[in-house]
């Protein structure tokens, strides 16, 4: 079984500061692992994946990824976060094996304030 | 711009109706999915299909869904008979896969559904 755990519903910051959105992952094999994010009343729009290579994954928008095997983690960052950039995110998992689809987190809110 | 289509936007029903939502994949994508949003469960995947053929379709209620893919260019999601806790965001998405090479799935803008 494949599972997600994104620990917090939501988080806050200030403009200007640094952002993490937390995920933990639980996979059989090799993980592949992206993070979503999800503006309101629209899809989800894909920011980033880890396959495989260097840990730390850059996306769009400034976001950045770092995967820690050991700790089976996927947290999502950006040094410095946007009003623009709150939104809902979700974190993804898959195996490796190219037959089940994407078990998704429960997404977190992240709320940038001015 | 490739990018996935669905429709129709929003769909208000009454209980007992039948409900078809449509899904135009990326051209060249061969995998599709539908997942189903809504405030308490979240993001449940309903069905996945490769090369037109239904992968897992497990997380789906059987009695009253059904998931198809016609042909490349369009999935169907059906519900008949549509109940009020089918009110929800169902949303498509399609990807590449290859081998057990993955690529993005690439979500549509999703149906709003509501039964009333």
């Known amino acids: 079984a494949q599972s997600v755990a994104q620990p917090e519903d939501q988080v806050n910051v200030a403009e200007g500061n640094p952002l993490t959105v937390k995920c933990t992952y639980s996979?059989?094999?090799?993980?592949?692992l992206f993070w979503y994010v999800q503006y309101p009343n629209r899809g989800l729009q894909f920011l980033l994946k880890y396959i495989t290579g260097d840990n730390l994954v850059k996306g769009s928008y400034g976001f950045e990824a770092e995967f820690n095997k050991s700790q089976t983690s996927f947290h999502l960052k950006k040094p410095s976060a946007l009003v623009s950039d709150s939104a809902l995110y979700f974190c993804?998992?898959?195996?490796?094996?190219?037959?089940?689809?994407?078990?998704f987190g429960s997404g977190t809110r992240l709320q940038v304030q001015p | 711009d490739a990018r996935v289509t669905q429709t129709p936007r929003h769909k208000v029903t009454e209980m007992g109706q039948e409900v078809t939502m449509r899904c135009q994949p990326i051209l060249g994508h061969n995998t599709v999915f539908w997942y189903r949003q809504t405030m308490m469960q979240g993001l449940e995947l309903l069905a996945y299909?490769?090369?037109?053929?239904?992968?897992?379709d497990s997380g789906m209620p059987k009695d009253r869904f059904s998931a198809e893919m016609p042909d490349a260019t369009l999935a169907t999601l059906k519900i008949q008979p549509s109940e009020p806790r089918d009110s929800a965001v169902y949303f498509c998405a399609s990807g590449l896969v290859f081998g057990v090479v993955t690529d993005t799935q690439y979500f549509g803008p999703g149906t709003r559904l509501t039964v009333l």
């Open positions: 996979v059989s094999g090799n993980p592949y």
């Open positions: 993804a998992v898959r195996d490796d094996t190219g037959r089940r689809a994407l078990t």
């Open positions: 299909f490769r090369n037109r053929a239904p992968l897992d």
